[in-house]
């Protein structure tokens, strides 16, 4: 049973009606959080203003700067995380968005190609997130201050690209499981996988969580998606196995765009 819901919203200008959004999101019979996609603190505070569910900052970058953080970030990019020193957050750490339209081939393809690739800036984007993350940040809590973002794959290969970070004081770690990202034929096939990954994970560090989806396209725009709530459950179970207490799930704006919003409210509230 999961002790707490978490909600990505990567695109909040998409929630037309905050206020409905609040009344949805309260029928959830646990805490629920919701972070946020914004790329300065002034953003994230215009939008925390229009709900009353707990909101933190989820900073992106412009498509022009690579949209997610990566060793292959400028240092400048990197930079723009100091910004929200002091304030609870979630950072994804992912390769450079690519400029193409997205197909599965194609992101296998790019996938391959950055295993030869070595972000520049590895060391940099690790210094200030732990910089931003620390004891020093402001943050007077018991709770995870900075929640990292990550692949459910293997350490060196994220690494070398920039997409790892060893947790420190005031870090938690979340990994991207998204069954639908590769289209409903592959599905099957990244279930098995990450039914193993998850269930090792959670041996490892007790406190990890998982985000699952997607019940609507992302940054790609032609990632896959849930075609049924069932589909929904059968990845809440999953995760519910691994013994893992929190779930991340993506999107809150996709949920709100559905024909029947509550049938995903409610098929969360099975596992709460």
Same mark, same amino acid.
């Given at each position: 049973m999961f002790k707490k819901i978490i909600f990505w919203c990567e695109f909040p200008e998409q929630v037309k009606d905050w206020k409905a959004a609040d009344k949805l999101l309260k029928k959830i019979k646990v805490?629920?959080?919701?972070?946020?996609?914004? $790329?300065?603190?002034?953003?994230?505070?215009k939008w925390k203003k229009k709900t009353r569910i707990p909101m933190y900052p989820w900073p992106l970058l412009?498509? #022009?700067e690579g949209y997610w953080f990566s060793g292959f970030s400028s240092k400048k990019s990197i930079d723009k995380l100091k $910004?929200?020193?002091?304030?609870?957050?979630?950072?994804?750490?992912?390769?450079?968005?690519?400029?193409?339209?997205?197909?599965?081939?194609?992101?296998?393809?790019?996938?391959?190609?950055?295993?030869f690739q070595k972000g #520049?800036?590895?060391?940099?984007? #690790?210094?200030?997130v732990y910089d931003v993350a620390g004891k020093g940040s402001g943050v007077v809590?018991?709770?995870?201050?900075?929640?990292?973002?990550?692949?459910?794959?293997?350490?060196?290969?994220? #690494?070398? $690209?920039?997409?790892?970070i060893e947790l420190k004081h005031g870090m938690s770690?979340?990994?991207m499981c998204y069954s639908t990202f590769a289209g409903s034929f592959f599905r099957p096939i990244v279930r098995l996988y990450l039914k193993v990954f998850t269930k090792f994970a959670v041996k490892k560090n007790p406190n990890v969580m998982f985000s699952i989806g997607l019940i609507g396209t992302g940054a790609l725009k032609k990632e896959g998606t849930y075609r049924k709530v069932k589909e929904f459950k059968e990845d809440l179970r999953m995760i519910e196995k691994s013994g893992c207490n929190e779930v991340a799930v993506y999107s809150l704006e996709s949920v709100l765009k559905r024909s029947n919003p509550e049938e995903w409210i409610n098929a969360i509230n099975e596992f709460v």
């Open positions: 805490p629920v959080e919701v972070y946020t996609g914004v $790329q300065s603190v002034n953003e994230y505070r412009s498509r #022009k $910004q929200y020193k002091g304030i609870k957050m979630k950072i994804d750490l992912e390769p450079p968005i690519p400029p193409w339209s997205y197909t599965t081939p194609k992101i296998v393809m790019y996938a391959i190609k950055k295993i #520049k800036n590895n060391d940099y984007l #690790k210094k200030v809590t018991k709770n995870v201050n900075m929640l990292i973002n990550e692949f459910p794959l293997t350490r060196w290969y994220l #690494k070398n $690209q920039g997409t790892f770690k979340n990994y």
